[in-house]
């Protein structure tokens, strides 16, 4: 029996090319981005350049782009630099005090935080919303109202040349408290009831259920109170004032006199106290929208 191939019409696409306005359009619309890109780069890009420049070039006019002669010994000066009151070169020392105060506050800040979010989300206790309301009120006071004082309680404690007053007052933060507590508001209860249901206390459920649903919002506050205390620079500057306990925000000023700054020695210190948080906000940025998403702070 003879077979009759069936032909079947070839589906042609509607459109089988686009006119040339659709790629001038995204021409301009991509070279647009890139420009708006480049310069609102173009500050740090031009301050990790001027880390290899001279001070004669960097105070030169008109000023180069790219340094004459890539002077690589700037970094080396930088990180090997001393006082005579301290032995061997205090940037590491700046570095690390920098990188584990701001560690340590992360630690407590994301612990304490949470204790405290899961509580006035899920616990009923007497006054509770009057000191909800109360912690939140204290946002709206200024650092600088409690600036001296706090230098005078801690000055009488004998904390002056100590990292307790960088450690004690960031244990817990107001804005933290917040950011979890909306977040944990917005967790179905029924997961937790379930998981009661199954033996788990409310300790059980904080940790197992809670923690573990609010990522998102725990890495958020990580990354702003890592920010935070990595970029505190008043707090260093009132309570430290011997050279070996000194932050990188603080130490830095060792490079300015009174009568002469090394700009590209300032310029490195910049680049050494930056890149770390560029770098924390290139990989984690996308849980800044998961968290204004899920934890109720983007209009819920």
Do not use: H
């Not at 030169?60 to 630099?81: D, G, I, M, S």
């Not at 899920?122 to 006071?141: E, L, N, S, V």
């Not at 130490?251 to 700009?263: A, E, L, V």
């Amino acid at each position: 029996m003879a077979t009759v191939a069936e032909t079947r019409p070839v589906a042609r696409a509607a459109n089988e090319g686009k006119p040339p306005s659709f790629y001038l359009t995204a021409i301009l619309r991509y070279g647009f981005l890139i420009l708006i890109s480049l310069i609102a780069f173009m500050p740090f890009i031009l301050s990790f350049l001027g880390t290899f420049k001279t001070n004669v070039e960097l105070t030169a006019f008109p000023p180069t782009f790219l340094p004459v002669q890539w002077r690589l010994e700037n970094w080396v000066r930088v990180w090997n630099f001393s006082l005579p009151s301290v032995a061997g070169g205090v940037m590491p020392r700046w570095l690390w005090n920098s990188v584990w105060l701001a560690l340590l506050n992360v630690a407590t800040q994301l612990f304490f935080c949470s204790l405290a979010g899961y509580a006035f989300a899920r616990m009923q206790f007497p006054g509770r919303d009057w000191i909800y309301a109360f912690i939140i009120a204290t946002m709206a006071i200024p650092g600088v109202i409690v600036m001296i004082p706090g230098f005078v309680f801690f000055a009488r404690l004998g904390w002056i040349n100590t990292f307790w007053p960088l450690i004690v007052p960031s244990i817990v933060t107001p804005f933290g408290i917040l950011m979890l507590t909306q977040f944990f508001k917005s967790i179905p209860k029924e997961l937790e009831e379930a998981a009661q249901m199954d033996g788990l206390g409310r300790f059980g459920t904080y940790s197992r259920i809670a923690l573990p649903l609010s990522r998102p919002a725990l890495i958020t506050l990580a990354i702003l109170a890592f920010q935070g205390s990595w970029n505190n620079f008043t707090g260093p500057l009132l309570f430290l004032q011997r050279p070996e306990l000194m932050t990188l925000t603080v130490g830095m000023n060792f490079f300015r006199t009174q009568f002469s700054n090394d700009f590209s020695a300032i310029l490195v210190g910049a680049m050494f106290n930056a890149i770390p948080v560029l770098l924390l906000f290139f990989f984690l940025n996308r849980y800044f929208l998961d968290s204004a998403a899920y934890s109720g702070l983007a209009g819920q």
